[in-house]
T-cell receptor
C-alpha cells in the first residue's frame, strides 16, 4: 500500500482558507485519496475523496497533482469548529483495510 | 436515523475478564468495521464484515473475535482482556467495499487494569 506523509500540526486563522498537504509519492494507479477528520475524541468523519480529478463538496475541495504524488485538502473558510486531526488515506479499490496514520492536527485560531 | 451506535460508552475490566462490545447501524449498510485507537495514534482495523454471517481479519485481529449474526449488528468480543487492549474502540459502517465513506460511531473507551 502507498504511504502518506502529512505535517504533524498546522495553524490557521479563523475565516481564512486552511490548506492541508499530503504526500503520497508511491501511489498506484488504482488507489484513491480519501480525507477524514476527527474532532476531539469523536469518531472520524468522512470529508472527501478523489482519484485523479479535483473534487469539491460542501465541506472542502481536494486538489490532486497531475502526477498524483501529492494532494491538498482545502477548507475554504475555516471556523473554530474545524479544529481537528485530519487524515489523508490512500487505498486501492475493493480493499477494506483503510489505514489511518497520525494525521495533521489543525488548530483554527480566532 | 441514529446512524451508528455503540454500547457501552465506557468500561473498566480486570485482566483476564471477558466482554462484548455491541455496534448497531440503522442505515442498512452491508459493510461494518471495528477499529481501535491508542493514545496519539491513528485508527487500526481489527476485523470487518462484508455482510451478514461473514467476517474477516484486519491489521490487528489478535485477541479479538467478532460476529455478524444480523445485518445491523456487529459484535466485538474480548475473551481474556489484557492491559494492551486498553484503547478506544470505534465501529463504522459503509454501503460497499469500493466506497470508503465510512460512518463512525462515538466510540467505547475501554480500560483494562
Amino acid at each position: 500500500d502507498a504511504k502518506t506523509t502529512q505535517p504533524p500540526s498546522m495553524d490557521c486563522a479563523e475565516g481564512r482558507a486552511a490548506n492541508l498537504p499530503c504526500n503520497h509519492s508511491t501511489i498506484s494507479g488504482n488507489e484513491y485519496v480519501y480525507w477524514y477528520r476527527q474532532i476531539h475524541s469523536q469518531g472520524p468523519q468522512y470529508i472527501i475523496h478523489g482519484l485523479k480529478n479535483n473534487e469539491t463538496n460542501e465541506m472542502a475541495s481536494l486538489i490532486i497533482t497531475e502526477d498524483r504524488k501529492s494532494s491538498t485538502l482545502i477548507l475554504p473558510h475555516a471556523t473554530l469548529r474545524d479544529t481537528a486531526v485530519y487524515y489523508c488515506i490512500v487505498i486501492p479499490r475493493n480493499n477494506n483495510d483503510m489505514r489511518f496514520g497520525a494525521g495533521t492536527r489543525l488548530t483554527v485560531k480566532p | 436515523n441514529a446512524g451508528v451506535t455503540q454500547t457501552p460508552k465506557f468500561r473498566v475490566l480486570k485482566t483476564g475478564q471477558s466482554m462484548t462490545l455491541l455496534c448497531a447501524q440503522d442505515m442498512n449498510h452491508e459493510y461494518m468495521y471495528w477499529y481501535r485507537q491508542d493514545p496519539g495514534m491513528g485508527l487500526r482495523l481489527i476485523h470487518y464484515s462484508v455482510g451478514e454471517g461473514t467476517t474477516a481479519k484486519g491489521e490487528v485481529p489478535d485477541g479479538y473475535n467478532v460476529s455478524r449474526l444480523k445485518k445491523q449488528n456487529f459484535l466485538l468480543g474480548l475473551e481474556s482482556a489484557a492491559p494492551s487492549q486498553t484503547s478506544v474502540y470505534f465501529c463504522a459502517s459503509s454501503t460497499r467495499s469500493d466506497n470508503y465513506e465510512q460512518y463512525f460511531g462515538p466510540g467505547t473507551r475501554l480500560t483494562v487494569t
